[in-house]
Structures are given as structure tokens and as C-alpha cells.
């Protein structure tokens, strides 16, 4: 039996599908992207559907990461999963990236330490967004403060990230488990 897309797939494709006839009309990527800011203003992602006349539509950064935004907004909202390179996913500096992007929410993932903690973290394991290793679980918040995020930063944790996003982004929680 064929899997049914997760839910968030699902609200994005049912989004573009309802946007597809204003952004056909517009020209598309290149009409949305004529009505660009100026010189020196960051392009959010708000600018490219309403320039586009799509109805309102949230943007979620995934992993409080934005990935290039600009004139390559689309190709990293649709077609990557990964953000942006120089800052690392789940970060206080996402999280502020995300904002400056115009994300209204910022997903972000959450784990519990050794000692009940909790941080922001993806994966089970710490190998791939830092230089360190070990599991999230298995490691005391002390032992996490101690290694850096790739490419940088610090681990943060939820009470961090809470503050950093109060009254600027709504905040997805996504509570990740060992199981």
C-alpha cells in the first residue's frame, strides 16, 4: 500500500496547488522576483507570493534553517531540505535567520540530555551538526555545552531558544525520542 504524504507535505503541495493559477498568470518565478526590493533590502519569501497574487500562505523555516534566500527562495523552500550552510540547523542564529528571512514559524527540534535537559537537536546522534559524537540521550547538558555546532555556535537549549523567538517567529516543536 503506498504511503500517504506526511501532513506538512501534504499543507505544502495543497498551498501550491492553490497559488499554481496566480503564479502562471504572474510569469512564474520571474514575475514573482519582478517585484523585488530594492537594491540592499532582503527578499523574504512573503514578497515572492504576494508579488505573485497567491493567497496568504505561513512559511515554516525547517529546522529554524532558511537556506539561500533571494532570487533562489523557491528552489530552497521546494526542493531542499537542508538550510543554510553557514549557519547550523537548529541554532539561535537559524532562529534569527528565520526571522530576518520572514519565516513566521521556525521548526525546531527538541531532545532530551542525560540529566533531563532540553536541547535543540535533529538527530539522535550529535556526529553530523557537530565535533563531537555520541547520542543526545546519552550525554549530560555540560558534556553537549562542550562541543560547537557546526560550522558554529553552541548548542542551545529550549529555555534558550524560547526568548530568542518570543513576539518574532512562532515556534514548532518538534519532540524527537530514542524510540
Partial sequence: MPRSPAPSSLALALALLAAAPAWAQSGGVAGALSGAPAAGQALTVDDVFRSAGAPRVLVAAHRASTGHWGARVLDTLFNRRRGDPARAENSLAAID???AAGAHVAEVDVRHTKDGALVLMHDEDI????NGK???SDLTLAELRAVRLLPQGQLPTLA???P??????????DLKTDR
Avoid at 556526529?127 to 557537530?130: A, I, P, V
Avoid at 530568542?164 to 516543536?173: F, N, P, S
Wanted: proline share 0%; charged share 30%; glycine share 8%.
Fill in 127 to 130: 556526529r553530523r551538526t557537530t
Fill in 160 to 162: 534558550e531558544a524560547l
Fill in 164 to 173: 530568542a523567538a518570543r513576539g518574532r517567529v512562532i515556534l514548532d516543536l
Fill in 134 to 136: 555520541g547520542k543526545v
Fill in 97 to 99: 535567520a528565520a526571522v
